[in-house]
């Protein structure tokens, strides 16, 4: 009785290297926008609650913007409304992400204050 062998071939292996690889490289670049984000996300909501006015909030933003490093958002880009008696701060921005020649990945963040 013959019989045959199983596995996946050289061939097979060096494709799954490079999608494995490709993939690493995105989340690599993904990732840290996303930890901006969620710090965005932190320091706004930090502000919502410093601050009685629409100036104390950009203001508290702009101090924990200083802080936590990061610049996709500065206090002038918030809009602040009131809603029941509380500031509500929302924010929205795009992130680029080159991945080759013409190609970008365009990441789209939204976030409020609750």
């Not at 490079?18 to 993904?30: I, S, Y």
Request: glycine share 8%; aromatic share 8%; net charge positive.
């Amino acid at each position: 009785m013959k019989r045959h062998q199983r596995g996946v071939s050289f061939l097979g292996i060096v494709l799954i290297g490079v999608v494995v690889a490709a993939l690493g490289v995105l989340a690599a670049r993904v990732v840290p926008t996303v930890i901006e984000y969620q710090s965005i996300q932190r320091a706004v909501q930090q502000a919502a609650l410093a601050g009685q006015t629409p100036a104390e909030v950009r203001t508290a933003f702009e101090r924990t913007r200083t802080v936590g490093y990061f610049d996709a958002v500065t206090g002038a880009d918030l809009v602040i409304t009131r809603a029941n008696d509380r500031l509500l701060v929302e924010f929205a921005y795009d992130e680029e992400i080159p991945l080759f020649g013409p190609a970008y990945l365009v990441l789209k963040y939204r976030g409020s204050s609750h």
